[in-house]
């Protein structure tokens, strides 16, 4: 084997130095169940038994080394299970799982963003009039938090950075514990830029 030439070696070095620069996001979920007496959730805090469907987390509350993330867009999903009665016309108890909500961001124990959930559509979903069961009304529409749209998404005038192994969660709260007709599934997804090193 021939030897490392002083070139090779720097070339080397620079390589691990350099950054690769992605689209990214990371999503989690919570089961808001019926009957359920909870008034806040917290998600991104843990990924024991969850699939790549409920969370993409690589570390429960943190990004792994040497992820840096610049978050510019938060998103909220209400992902509609079968025989739900979040159609149209909406049932008071599915809807308040959007109407009444709130969500923070909080990076290393600092509140770093506050919003109404009403206002961070996931700008995707199934929408429109599509029957949830064989026997719905054909005329029944999908209840979301907005339409399936690109442009109706947030997004952040300054993105907020979450550095390597700093710690993070976002809570939804809620004035009263929700109380869907069905079991309910949400997601909230953080999307952005992400920097990490070239492996």
């Known amino acids: 084997m021939s030897p490392v030439t ?3 070696l720097q070339s080397a070095v620079s390589k691990r130095r ?12 919570q089961t ?17 038994g969850k699939t790549t469907q409920q969370t993409n987390m690589r570390l429960p509350g943190s990004l792994p080394q040497p992820w840096v993330m610049d978050v510019e867009r938060i998103l909220f999903h209400v992902a509609l299970a079968s025989g739900a009665t979040f159609i149209v016309p909406t049932t008071p108890a599915d809807a308040q799982v959007v109407t009444r909500g709130m969500l923070t961001l909080t990076v290393s124990n600092k509140p770093m963003y506050e ?16 029957a949830l069961e064989a026997n719905a009304p054909a005329n029944f529409g999908l209840g979301q938090n907005g339409y399936p749209m690109r442009q109706g998404q947030a ?4 993105p907020i950075r979450i550095n390597p192994v700093e710690n993070f969660v976002v809570t939804l709260q809620y004035p009263t514990a929700p109380s869907p007709s069905v079991d309910t599934v949400v997601r909230v997804y953080l ?7 070239i492996q």
């Open 32 to 48: 808001i169940a019926n009957g359920q007496t909870a008034t806040e959730f917290r998600l991104f805090t843990t990924t024991s």
């Open 18 to 29: 350099q950054a690769e620069v992605l689209d990214w996001m990371f999503w989690d979920s």
């Open 6 to 8: 002083a070139l090779e």
């Open 191 to 197: 999307e952005g830029i992400v920097r990490r090193g």
């Open 115 to 130: 919003e109404l959930l009403w206002r961070l559509p996931s700008g995707g979903g199934i929408f429109g009039n599509v």
């Open 155 to 158: 997004r952040f005038k300054n």
